[in-house]
């Protein structure tokens, strides 16, 4: 079946620093969605990315769905940034798979 | 901003018994989709929907039925419920983006 696979699991960083979070998928995409989760709480939208570069404050994300691969940069990173990013691939008609997930911690 | 909604957000069940979490969306998407999230095993879909009227397998349908009365509602059923089946339930609708309800947090004891 499909597969997202998203590195890191799971991320430290102190206030200020930058993320990179990573996903790479099995199969033909035609675009990929990165949502941020709270503990215990929904998925909330951040980007939605066919190809390309896309900004949102400061969030940046890339996809190269040639190469099966996609991106989500976070500038300047704050604690309240701390939560779980999912990446999830769209394989047409709006069928979507997601990856397990990359668990950042901001720290002071 | 899209909204979907899941009732009920807790529910405690037995085994064996009957239950049915119902979505509602006010987006006016044709698609929608009900998943399972489970530590260790990320996002998991069960049921989806084109419209109203369709319901389609996901990766996990088995002990699963859905209906789709209508193009706002989405409903999964657990006919006979079993402790594997606890699990925190979400809803989503699809236009271009997905939109996810609050989550439904299910035990069944």
């Known amino acids: 079946g499909q597969q997202v696979q998203q590195s890191p699991a799971s991320l430290v960083l102190q206030e200020g620093e930058n993320a990179e979070l990573q996903c790479n998928f099995s199969?033909?995409?035609?675009?990929l969605q990165w949502f941020y989760q709270r503990p215990g709480g929904s998925l909330v939208s951040l980007l939605s990315?066919?190809?390309g570069t896309k900004h949102t404050g400061r969030l940046t994300s890339t996809t190269v769905t040639k190469e099966r691969r996609g991106s989500l940069h976070i500038s300047s990173s704050q604690i309240t940034d701390s939560g779980t990013y999912l990446c999830?691939?769209?394989?047409?008609?709006?069928?979507?798979?997601f990856g397990k997930g990359t668990s950042l911690t901001v720290i002071p | 901003e899209a909204a979907v909604t899941q009732s009920p957000r807790n529910k405690v069940a037995v085994t064996g018994g009957k239950v049915t979490l119902s979505c509602n969306q006010t987006?006016?998407?044709?698609?929608m989709y009900w998943y399972r999230q489970d530590t260790g095993h990320g996002l998991r879909l069960i049921h989806y929907?084109?419209?109203?009227?369709?319901?389609e397998k996901g990766d996990i349908p088995d002990g699963y039925k859905a209906s789709r009365p209508s193009q706002e509602n989405f409903s999964l059923i657990l006919e006979l419920a079993t402790p594997s089946q606890t699990s925190v339930y979400f809803c989503?609708?699809?236009?271009?983006?997905?939109?996810f309800g609050p989550g439904t947090r299910l035990t069944v004891l």
């Open positions: 989503a609708s699809a236009g271009y983006e997905q939109y």
């Open positions: 199969s033909t995409a035609t675009r």
């Open positions: 999830a691939m769209d394989t047409g008609y709006q069928n979507f798979y």
């Open positions: 929907s084109y419209g109203a009227g369709s319901t």
């Open positions: 990315n066919p190809s």
């Open positions: 987006n006016n998407h044709n698609n």
